[in-house]
């Protein structure tokens, strides 16, 4: 006679992702270093984000990255060209970074040499919500052109960032989008969240995420 267990596989894993997230903040913060994770759909602008919050910021802060997705290289270049320390992430098919590929990604960085690190997340808004890398700040991007329902029909992503920038909005009306509307749904999911509204095209709402950073 065959017994049957129930076996929480879910959570023995998220748990053991979260004490190697806990390894990776203790890391960063032996070498003084803001972790930035920044995650989105594809297209929302989170490469873009992160490339203009370089040419920023690049004169004053030492700053590396960690590109995450199916295939790195691609983003990954895109910073490289901006002279800054960067690791490629594969996740082959898995959609979305884990605490595991981040300690890798980080014991290849120079991270006696940074500051800050931002770390592009995979391209959707579903994985990557249940784990934790050891970042210390959580931002959300999205974009109007996904709909001005994307962030009611994702509570579990927005509930858990630190930041959420609705990106775009320069295009809201020609694509029929009310970014208000999705500042207020974020703001019902998480309450004590900070969200910006930002045309990463015109620059409008830039000013406000760089002092997030500083404020991190």
């Given at each position: 006679m065959h017994t049957t267990e129930d076996i929480s596989i879910g959570y023995d894993v998220l748990e053991a992702n979260k004490k190697l997230a806990r390894n990776n903040r203790t890391t960063l913060e032996k070498y003084g270093i803001t972790a930035f994770n920044i995650m989105g759909a594809i297209g929302s602008g989170k490469t873009l984000l992160i490339e203009k919050t370089i040419g920023r910021l690049g004169d004053s802060y030492r700053i590396g990255a960690i590109a995450g997705d199916v295939v790195a290289r691609l983003d990954a270049s895109r910073f490289e060209k901006l002279g800054i320390p960067v690791i490629g992430l594969n996740t082959?098919?898995?959609?979305?970074l884990d605490a595991h590929l981040v300690e890798h990604g980080?014991?290849?960085?120079?991270?006696?040499?940074?500051?800050?690190?931002?770390?592009?997340?995979?391209?959707?808004?579903?994985?990557?919500?249940?784990?934790?890398?050891?970042?210390?700040?959580?931002?959300?991007?999205?974009?109007?052109?996904?709909?001005?329902?994307?962030?009611?029909?994702?509570?579990?992503?927005?509930?858990?960032?630190?930041?959420?920038?609705i990106?775009?909005?320069?295009?809201?009306?020609?694509?029929?989008?009310?970014?208000?509307?999705?500042?207020?749904?974020?703001?019902?999911?998480?309450?004590?969240?900070?969200?910006?509204?930002?045309?990463?095209?015109?620059?409008?709402?830039?000013d406000k995420w760089v002092e997030f950073i500083f404020m991190a």
């Open positions: 082959g098919k898995e959609c979305h980080l014991s290849k960085l120079p991270l006696d040499k940074l500051d800050i690190l931002f770390i592009e997340n995979v391209g959707n808004l579903i994985c990557p919500a249940d784990f934790e890398l050891g970042e210390h700040k959580r931002i959300v991007i999205v974009s109007v052109s996904e709909g001005d329902d994307i962030v009611e029909k994702h509570p579990l992503i927005f509930s858990t960032a630190d930041l959420i920038i990106n775009k909005i320069d295009i809201a009306e020609a694509v029929n989008a009310d970014a208000d509307k999705m500042v207020r749904d974020a703001r019902i999911i998480n309450p004590r969240i900070d969200v910006l509204k930002m045309s990463l095209k015109t620059g409008e709402g830039f």
